[in-house]
């Protein structure tokens, strides 16, 4: 009896090892089984790296650790290059520029901001920086400031005070900028003992020295811009004025039939009576566009023409004789005609919208 009860426990315990032995495989022996398990665990895994992929991306972000290297580097360089300039995008350079104009200084690149102190004309500053809304980054006595970028240039301004060293000769017509708002047209004649010196601007063409300096700038800012302004005509003697005068009148006297009276009448809104011509006093140029050789048609419609519109003033010349002055100025509408009257009051002659005779008071 004993034998066989013991025989039935190990019998009972033989088949629960067997059963828990197959429980335990069950994934193993069905495939079915070992599918559902499979995919059953994917999911979780997935979770896990989810849950764990952020929480490493925020320390990396926060740490600056090298695992997020590339692409944080970049972004940490473009924040650091947005934040010095103010929230302006900013190029690096390094050159030399001057004042052509009294300019403030300012502790950020808006005239909002607080200004640290005045360039005067011909001041040479070190600039560090060009930004885009057309202010620079400079160092103000070694102090980073910014200044306007229209009121400096890279070539070196002649000053009022150096007017007289440059005019060696005190008897010299033009001593100062105030000098060169001269008014010369049909009834302010130069005089008879009016004498200047002049120097080459392009070509065989002349000017007033100190009118030719700045005229020769401003061709080479404009090449520089990647346009070519072409001079058809400068300084002219009293005599050649007087030739070219004479010519048009005869011209129109044959070729139009009209009558002497008639003819010096129409050739007198286009050419000035000698000694009445801008181009008498040495102050004035004719620019034209690169490609045409004899004629202004057209020119205001050029990009040469926007240019000047744009940068003239920058180097003391005006448009002279614009289409809504045409009865005060008693000239054509001629956008080829340029005037220097000096860097110190170009800009504010352009600003104001007047004609010289109307800047000067002298209409009638």
Avoid at 34 to 46: F, G, L, Q, R, Y
Avoid at 262 to 274: G, K, L, Q, S, V
Wanted: proline share 2%; charged share 25%.
């Amino acid at each position: 009896m004993k034998r066989l009860v013991a025989a039935t426990v190990a019998a009972m315990l033989l088949i629960s090892l067997v059963g828990c032995s197959n429980e335990a495989n069950d994934e193993v022996v069905s495939g079915d089984i070992t599918t559902e398990a499979i995919v059953a665990e994917e999911p979780v895994s997935s979770e896990e790296e989810v849950t764990t992929a952020p929480e490493e991306t925020e320390i990396a972000e926060d740490t600056g650790s090298v695992e997020n290297s590339v692409g944080d580097t970049e972004e940490t360089s473009d924040e650091e290059t947005t934040s010095d300039a103010m929230g302006v995008e900013l190029t690096e350079v390094e050159l030399t520029m001057y004042a052509t104009d009294p300019l403030n200084v300012r502790e950020g690149p808006d005239a909002e901001y607080e200004a640290l102190g005045q360039l005067m004309v011909g001041d040479a500053v070190t600039v560090t920086g060009e930004l885009s809304n057309g202010w620079y980054r400079i160092d103000y006595n070694g102090t980073v400031a910014y200044v306007y970028g229209e009121y400096l240039r890279e070539e070196e301004v002649i000053t009022e005070d150096e007017y007289t060293d440059v005019e060696s000769d005190d008897e010299y017509y033009f001593q100062t900028e105030e000098d060169y708002l001269i008014l010369v047209n049909k009834t302010h004649l130069l005089p008879d003992d009016y004498k200047i010196e002049t120097d080459y601007v392009q070509g065989s063409y002349e000017m007033e020295k100190t009118a030719a300096y700045y005229c020769k700038l401003m061709i080479e800012a404009a090449a520089a811009d990647g346009i070519n302004l072409k001079v058809l005509s400068a300084y002219r003697t009293v005599a050649y004025q007087q030739k070219l005068f004479d010519r048009n009148v005869q011209s129109r006297m044959d070729d139009d039939g009209m009558t002497y009276e008639e003819a010096y009448a129409d050739t007198a809104i286009n050419i000035a009576p000698p000694g009445g011509s801008e181009h008498n006093a040495g102050l004035a140029v004719d620019i034209i566009t690169e490609n045409d050789w004899d004629t202004y048609t057209g020119f205001e419609d050029t990009e040469e023409f926007a240019w000047l519109q744009e940068h003239a003033a920058e180097y003391g010349f005006i448009m002279r004789y614009a289409s809504d002055k045409v009865d005060i100025t008693g000239f054509i509408y001629e956008p080829w005609h340029y005037r220097f009257v000096g860097v110190k009051y170009a800009a504010d002659i352009q600003a104001s919208g007047l004609c010289l005779e109307e800047y000067l008071g002298v209409t009638e």
